[in-house]
């Protein structure tokens, strides 16, 4: 799979910019500078509706469909689902047809309104996250640079570009339009080689 030849990239930051560590900025302005160095074309770019995260209908369509997919297994296995998949059906049972309409009428005018704003980019890039994993098992971090993407069925590919105070990895995300998901792999690929970037193993 050949890599673009000098992507044009959405650069993405959102209003959220300022809760990310400043290590996270740090190593995703050197990727910028370098990505720029090595040829790629980067404009600054505003997603407002998206910048909302949407969580309510986020959530209306993950649990209505949560229900619909696992209803059966938890209703048979009860001793082998976990009390999160209960409640995430429990939940979806409870959602209207209407709410959940309302969801994906939305979940389809943002993927559309997506694909306009980035028509003339070969992927958007931003954060993949406000920083470091947090520490333990109980909690993944903050979702909210995720979030917009899962909503509209966006591919969206994190690559590593260095590392926190902890030791522990920070990275890039890149997104490409709905159903272009080889087009992004092919900008991800690029810009893999132009940052060289080699993790190795991290000293603790």
Known sequence: MPPLDRP???LVRFDKWPKAEPEQQTVFEAAVTKLRGAGAVLEELELGELDSTNWSAINTILASEGAHIF???????PDRTSDRLKELVLTGKGCSASDYLAAKT????????F???????DALLTLPAFGEAPKGLSYTGDAEYCAPWTFIGAP???LPVGFGK?????GLQLVGPYREDHRLLRVAKWIESALGFDPGIPRI
């Open 106 to 113: 939305l979940q389809e005018k943002l993927r559309s309104r």
């Open 8 to 10: 044009r990239l959405a």
């Open 156 to 158: 969206a590919v994190t």
């Open 166 to 170: 902890h030791r522990l990895p920070l």
């Open 71 to 77: 209803e059966a297994l938890v209703e048979r296995y």
């Open 115 to 121: 694909t306009a704003d980035i028509s003339g980019f």
